[in-house]
């Protein structure tokens, strides 16, 4: 059985990272008599600046992209589709407000120590997209831990300190060094950039291709 080496580079407010995994979930479960699957997930943020209370998420796209407000929204009605077909809650997409998820990345990491990195992280999607919930606020981020079986005090003193930062910021300059510029990135076996949220068919292929050629 082969080993497969999956850096996930990603934002938790990036909606095409929460699509991407669910995507490469259904590639990893199509290989599994094949392939086992190593899973690390990685920081980057979209909305780097922790001041402010945040923004409606139409109007800052509508900015950012220099597209109409209108066609941001059906950009998004497009994705809670997508989302929906892959079992993703993506009810509230249109209703976020923009936020910093540095602090989120910092608990990331600590779970990952707890071996629940996966889980959380998918908390933290939930929580964003699928209740359009403040991802940037301690308590916010605290119920998201508890859900997943994590110390909830544990995880307060962590958000209340700045433990994981300097791993988080590594992170970051790591894979800005190495060129991702977009999110999700994909690194296999830590030569191989996949980027985008690609179709579970697509992924299949590249990972057979990768470890035939390896």
Not at 43 to 63: H, M, T, V, Y
């Amino acid at each position: 059985m082969t080993t497969v080496q999956i850096d996930i580079v990603s934002d938790i407010a990036c909606p095409w990272c929460a699509i991407g995994y669910a995507r490469l979930e259904k590639a990893m479960e199509a290989l599994k008599d094949e392939m086992v699957f190593d899973v690390q997930w990685h920081a980057f943020e979209l909305n780097p600046d922790p001041s402010g209370d945040g923004e409606p998420i139409l109007p800052a796209l509508s900015r950012k992209y220099g597209r109409s407000e209108d066609e941001m929204r059906a950009n998004q009605a497009q994705m809670i589709e997508i989302a929906h077909g892959l079992g993703l809650n993506f009810e509230k997409l249109q209703e976020r407000y923009t936020r910093n998820t540095f602090d989120a990345h910092r608990l990331v990491k600590w779970a990952g120590e707890k071996g629940k990195q996966t889980e959380m992280k998918m908390a933290f999607f939930e929580a964003y997209f699928g209740r359009a919930e403040n991802i940037s606020n301690p308590d916010v981020l605290v119920h998201c831990v508890e859900t997943i079986g994590l110390d909830g005090d544990e995880a307060r003193e962590i958000l209340a300190s700045d433990q994981y930062a300097d791993a988080v910021r590594q992170d970051e300059a790591r894979y800005q060094q190495a060129g991702v510029s977009a999110v999700p990135a994909f690194i296999i076996n830590g030569k191989y950039l996949v980027s985008g949220a690609q179709e579970p068919e697509t992924l299949t292929k590249a990972f057979r291709e990768i470890t035939e050629a390896a």
